[in-house]
Structure formats: C-alpha cells, structure tokens
C-alpha cells in the first residue's frame, strides 16, 4: 500500500464487491467515510495488526454499524483479517455480519442501533484518564446519528471531564435512510452546537487527505474533539453519488461493473 490514497480506493473496491455478492444494503453509506478511514488506519492510529488487542493502541469503534464493510475491507487492506474472509461477508455463520461485530480482529465494538458508538467511547476515553493510558479513541457517526439523544449526553459528559484523548467525526454526507437529514431533523446550525457543548469543533472535507490528517492529528486542548467531515454519500461512484436510494440498493451485475471501472479508471489516472 503506497499512499492513504490507495488504501481509500481499495477499501471501496471491496466494500462494493462485498455488497453485491453478499445481496445487501448501506454501500453508500460505507463509500462515504472511506478516505476518513483510510487516512485513520493508514497514517493517524497507533495499532498492531498482529496484537489486536494490544493495550497501546488506539480504540475505533464504528458507531455507523451499517457501514461495516468499508471497515472490514480497511481491516483486511492493513492485515486484521485476509482479504479471502471478506468473500464470507454476510454468510451463515461468518464473523464478517452485516452490522460490525466485535468478533473480528480489530473490531472494538458490535454496533447496529445507533447512538451506542458515542457513549461507549465516552467510556474508553474515561478509563484512559482514570488509568493513565495514553491511547486515543475514535468514533465515527453518523449524521443522521445526531437524532439520537444518546449523544448529545456523551457529549456533554466528555466535556464535563475534559476527555481530550477523545475524538468524534460525524460523516456529514446531509442523506439518511429515507430523505434528507435536514427535511427529518434540522442539525444546523451544528458548529454552533458542538461549540456550545464544550468541544473543540474542526470542520473539514472529508474527502480531503490533508485536512482529514489535520484534523485528526492531537490538539494542546483539554477539551475533546469533534470533527464535522463534510461527506458525499455514495463517493466514488457517479451514479451512487448523493442519491438516497443507495442507502438500501445493492448493485447488480451491470452496476458492479460500471462502478468498478470507474474507481480502477482512478487507479490508473
């Protein structure tokens, strides 16, 4: 692997093959956090892949569970898993389920309903603290994800306790299942918010390496921080591309290969 670049372009090459031969759903939701993912997996966390559960490493945990493959496949790209398992994906009796499980290497937290990911993590930070460890949690959510209160109590709790090894982004791609987030529940004006609740609030594009690593990198603040990554839905794929209806498509066989040629046509741009 060469660059974040390469690894970002791979985990959505085998998110989409995942997707169609498993016949399942949310691709689009996992094409749009994966330059954040590739950026944290591939230059900004701390992990060893042959001691998943290494107590020096830095804690991910999904809390958009739906959009597990773009994981798995990050996983598989940096060598959690082999990249043969990610064929098992969706299978009877495979580790590899449909929302993330904590039963594959790598993998902190099972997550599926949302508003869980934010307040366990809240947890991981807090223990951090209490203990002296020096790791550093990540949570990615969802926008649609900000509905639940759950999270706006996690939030005031981190700030409460100055957990500064903490770090939210929310995949602000402005789709969720049905609709749009602002026509369910309006977020703006949500840097305000975050603000307003005692975090330190970074607002980038999500799809933009080196504001990504910016962002992410360590901040001399006591205050923990949240990162609003603006995101398209679907990225990567044209006709994907901000189009709710791919929250639960799967492609079939012609799409799959429409979609492939255009991520391997990036590949040898």
Not at 12 to 30: C, D, G, P
Not at 151 to 169: D, K
Request: a negative charge; proline letters at 3%.
């Amino acid at each position: 692997m060469n660059t974040t670049q390469d690894l970002a372009r791979n985990i959505r090459i085998n998110a989409l093959k995942m997707v169609h031969k498993a016949k399942a759903s949310h691709i689009a939701s996992a094409l749009s956090i994966a330059d954040i993912l590739a950026v944290l997996y591939g230059q900004i966390m701390t992990f060893d892949s042959s001691n998943p559960k290494s107590v020096l490493r830095d804690r991910f945990i999904l809390s958009k569970g739906h959009s597990c493959v773009a994981v798995y496949s990050a996983l598989a790209e940096i060598g959690f898993i082999q990249r043969k398992q990610l064929e098992t994906y969706g299978e009877d009796h495979s580790w590899l389920m449909n929302h993330i499980s904590h039963k594959v290497p790598g993998v902190e937290f099972s997550t599926g309903s949302l508003g869980h990911g934010l307040p366990f993590g809240t947890g991981k930070a807090l223990a951090a603290k209490i203990l002296g460890q020096h790791f550093r949690t990540f949570v990615l959510l969802s926008d649609g994800e900000m509905d639940e209160g759950s999270n706006w109590e996690a939030l005031m709790f981190a700030a409460h306790h100055q957990l500064s090894s903490l770090v939210a982004i929310i995949d602000y791609n402005k789709l969720q299942s049905l609709g749009t987030v602002s026509s369910t529940i309006e977020l703006e004006p949500l840097n305000d918010k975050l603000t307003s609740f005692g975090w330190n609030v970074r607002e980038i594009d999500g799809h933009d390496h080196g504001e990504i690593v910016t962002a992410l990198s360590p901040a001399e603040s006591e205050k923990p921080v949240i990162v609003i990554a603006h995101t398209t839905k679907g990225k990567g794929v044209s006709f994907m591309e901000n189009r709710v209806e791919w929250h639960y498509k799967n492609p079939n066989d012609e799409q799959l290969t429409q979609a492939l040629k255009e991520l391997e046509g990036e590949r040898h741009a």
